[in-house]
């Protein structure tokens, strides 16, 4: 077993006020941090400027995100992206590993679940002229060791927009060497029988129109197998600059959360859940325990839960490939607010 060192987060109050005040004296938001402390290789594609230790486990992260992102603004323009802040969130978790917890380029890092929920919605508000700017304040709360090497982390934290709690969020980081990793990947495949299974013809992009997009290259579902019409294959499209910003041996988690937002769209207007699928995500949850190959099919399939009526629907999505299950999303949506 590992060493497990476990740190409390303090609650929301004015002890956080402080240090968000402080945070802000501190924090350069004049450039964006290194790239490969982000694990991009485009700078456009990193989020996040500048980190500071407020206490022990205790960080605080600027952040700038673009407000005509390709992927992220490629939607209905009331509202900033908070699956954009996500991704935000994710750099600012990787950042704090290189920049305070010692860990370096030599480890390779995989996400294993992360979770959100907007706590204002008004925050993410897309006037047209500003970009998303603001801090997470965040906490490193079970780091582990195994034999004195980092083998992950699991963090929570917030990210406040001016005074403002735009968004929560928790997640948990494994770390492995490459040659683990390699070892791991290789086993992985062998085990699944991925050489050998049959191989079926890439699926072509819905209507971006039906997932609230207007460029094809980001829409992540196809059509529907007949007499399933919740089920969704993901496209997979190795030289989307977004999802593949560098190569990868499998297919992103970050590609798998937007297939699945984008099924949970589709199934909620298709069952008249929702009026349309102009929507915002107000909350979601990922958890993956196992990679998603890129050279074998993959799907998402949705289920709606509650009962329609108050707006906001909420979806439980399986991600599927070779026969067995290699993640689980919930998806909340709520109908896209017009009013400032």
């Not at 090497?149 to 934290?157: H, K, M, Y």
């Not at 089920?231 to 999802?243: A, G, K, L, Q």
Request: net charge negative; charged share 25%.
């Amino acid at each position: 077993m590992g060493d497990r060192v476990t740190t409390p987060v303090p609650r929301a109050g004015a002890g956080v006020e402080a240090e968000l005040a402080r945070a802000t004296g501190l924090l350069d938001v004049e450039r964006t941090a290194p790239r490969w402390m982000t694990h991009r290789r485009s700078a456009s594609e990193v989020f996040v400027c500048d980190s500071v230790a407020l206490g022990p486990d205790r960080f605080a992260v600027s952040t700038q995100m673009p407000r005509a992102h390709a992927l992220w603004s490629d939607r209905g323009a009331s509202f900033h992206d908070p699956l954009m802040a996500v991704e935000a969130g994710r750099q600012a978790t990787i950042m704090l590993a290189h920049a305070h917890a010692g860990l370096g380029r030599e480890l390779m890092m995989v996400a294993r679940s992360c979770e959100m929920r907007v706590r204002d919605p008004e925050a993410f508000r897309n006037d047209g002229v500003t970009p998303l700017e603001g801090v997470f304040l965040m906490s490193l709360v079970d780091r582990q060791v195994h034999n004195g090497v980092p083998t992950g982390l699991s963090f929570e934290g917030d990210l406040f927009v001016g005074d403002t709690r735009a968004m929560s969020m928790t997640g948990t980081i494994i770390f492995t060497p490459r040659t683990d990793y390699e070892l791991l990947r290789a086993h992985s495949r062998a085990r699944k029988g991925v050489a050998t299974a049959a191989k079926s013809p890439a699926p072509a992009p819905v209507d971006p129109a039906l997932v609230d997009r207007e460029r094809r290259g980001n829409v992540a579902i196809g059509a529907s197998p007949e007499g399933a019409p919740a089920t969704r294959p993901v496209v997979v499209d190795v030289h989307s600059p977004v999802f593949f910003d560098h190569p990868l041996d499998h297919v992103p988690g970050q590609l798998l959360m937007e297939s699945c937002r984008q099924n949970a769209i589709v199934t909620a207007v298709r069952e008249q859940r929702l009026p349309g699928p102009d929507c915002l995500v107000t909350a979601f949850r990922a958890s993956f325990d196992d990679f998603a190959e890129l050279d074998a099919g993959c799907d998402s399939r949705a289920h709606l839960l509650g009962a329609p009526g108050d707006g906001t629907v909420r979806a439980q999505l399986g991600v599927w490939q070779l026969d067995a299950k290699v993640g689980d999303v919930e998806v909340e949506l709520a109908a896209t607010p017009h009013s400032g």
